[in-house]
Structure formats: structure tokens, C-alpha cells
Nanobody
């Protein structure tokens, strides 16, 4: 099983990034997918969730209206489009797959928002 995130980097406030998470080794279409983030010295925070078929999404209040989660069940990939980025969005972003008691984590990708 692998979840491989990509797309992180250093951007200025107000700019955008799109994170990708490529999944393999499990039945992707069965799993709900989530993005979490963890800033230095803080607890890991749930950012966004998308259902297995992609028809339902949930966002943390802190990113609502700025971030969009989506998935491509042909390419076994989940995305996080992040617009209007703020310095407080700086964190390591993790991809997470869950189905019942089964769950997998990616290794994380760093996002830094700084002028």
C-alpha cells in the first residue's frame, strides 16, 4: 500500500497550490479520502474529507471557501486545491485513506506560505 503526496512548496500569501496524492495497493474506490495537516508544535488537524464516490465533501471551517478536495477514481488520485493561501496554512499536509477499520497514511508534503 502506498499513498504518495506531491505538489507542496513555498508560496506567497494569496497564491495557490494543488496537492496530489497517488494511491496504490488497495481498492481506492472503496475508501473515503482525507487531507490532514500538522503545523510545528500543533496537533494534526483534519482539513477535508471526500466520500468514496466523490459525491460528498466536508471541510474544516478554517479552509472552507478556499480549499477544494476532489478525486479521480480512474487515476486513483485525490487532490487538494488550495487558493488564497495564508501564512497560517503552513504545515505538513498528509493524505489519509479510510474504510472501516482499515486506514493508511501518506508520508506528507510540506506547504510553506511566507512573504
Amino acid at each position: 500500500v502506498q499513498l504518495v503526496e506531491s505538489g507542496g512548496g513555498l508560496v506567497q500569501p494569496g497564491e495557490s497550490l494543488r496537492l496530489s496524492c497517488a494511491a496504490s495497493g488497495f481498492t481506492f474506490t472503496t475508501y473515503a479520502m482525507r487531507w490532514y495537516r500538522q503545523a510545528p508544535g500543533k496537533e494534526r488537524e483534519l482539513v477535508a474529507t471526500i466520500s468514496s464516490a466523490g459525491g460528498s465533501t466536508i471541510y474544516a471551517d478554517s479552509v472552507k471557501g478556499r480549499f477544494t478536495i476532489s478525486r479521480d477514481n480512474i487515476r486513483n488520485t485525490v487532490y487538494l486545491q488550495m487558493n488564497s493561501l495564508k501564512p497560517e496554512d503552513t504545515a505538513v499536509y498528509y493524505c489519509y485513506a479510510v474504510w472501516g477499520i482499515n486506514n493508511y497514511w501518506g508520508q506528507g508534503t510540506q506547504v510553506t506560505v511566507s512573504a
